[in-house]
């Protein structure tokens, strides 16, 4: 007997199905492979439910994930700036949402080296995020993000304001023996030695190696790196 199987949404078809090939492709780091599957996803969702619905944006964030892992960073933007433009059919200006495609499409333009674009969305990012969240370690988080950015980009006055925000946050949540708040001084040793500021470099240096030790070993590779950092300035 010759049985016939019908594939229908729960099948080969199905946008889902299509997304867990892809998500399986990624995690072995056959993106090319992962970003047909990908494709396929967005098309199928077209057909079945439209351009404009939340699974579609889904779909292009996903494609922007593939194509910034292949460093096609163009396509990865113009990815992103779809599923900007089909989330506010739908959503508002301060909807959290907007703020993740946002903080999204900064990063790509960080890749892309355009660093005050990137900044701009960084910026929307946050605004919609503390608004959203208020003292949270996602708004510490993308704080972090945003300093990072400008750090590498040798804007150090930006970068200092936001590991500090970033540090304050912080420090509401956790307290200051807390790992997260080390890195964050370190952070800021890192952003204060590169202005010739010997005086706060070291005394960030020396509150992320008290901090170090109290959350993890005393002789780890953490501490131990700090201290080399804090020997440049001896």
Excluded: W
Excluded at 45 to 54: A, Q, T
């Amino acid at each position: 007997m010759v049985i016939f199987l019908v594939l229908d949404a729960s099948g080969l078809n199905s946008a889902e199905t299509q997304d867990n090939f892809a998500r399986d492709y990624a995690a072995r780091g056959s993106y090319r492979k992962a970003l047909e599957c990908y494709k396929r996803a967005l098309e199928i969702r077209r057909e079945r439910i439209g351009e404009f619905s939340s699974e579609t944006v889904t779909s292009y964030v996903n494609l922007a994930k593939m194509y910034s892992a292949l460093l096609e960073y163009d396509n990865a933007l113009e990815a992103l700036l779809d599923a900007l433009k089909i989330n506010r059919k739908f959503n508002s200006s301060e909807h959290l949402s907007m703020g993740v495609l946002y903080s999204s499409i900064a990063q790509v333009y960080d890749a892309k080296n355009e660093f005050e674009t990137s900044l701009e969305y960084y910026t929307q990012a946050l605004a919609i995020n503390e608004k959203t969240f208020g003292t949270h370690p996602n708004t510490v988080t993308l704080l972090s993000k945003t300093a990072n950015s400008c750090f590498a980009h040798k804007d150090y006055e930006k970068a200092l304001d936001y590991y500090k925000r970033a540090v304050r946050t912080n420090e509401d949540l956790h307290g200051m023996a807390h790992v997260s708040n080390a890195v964050l001084y370190e952070k800021l040793g890192d952003t204060y030695f590169e202005t010739n500021d010997t005086p706060n470099a070291e005394k960030f240096y020396n509150s992320a190696i008290s901090t170090y030790k109290s959350v993890r070993a005393e002789n780890g590779d953490d501490c131990k790196r700090v201290l080399e950092k804090f020997q440049r300035i001896l």
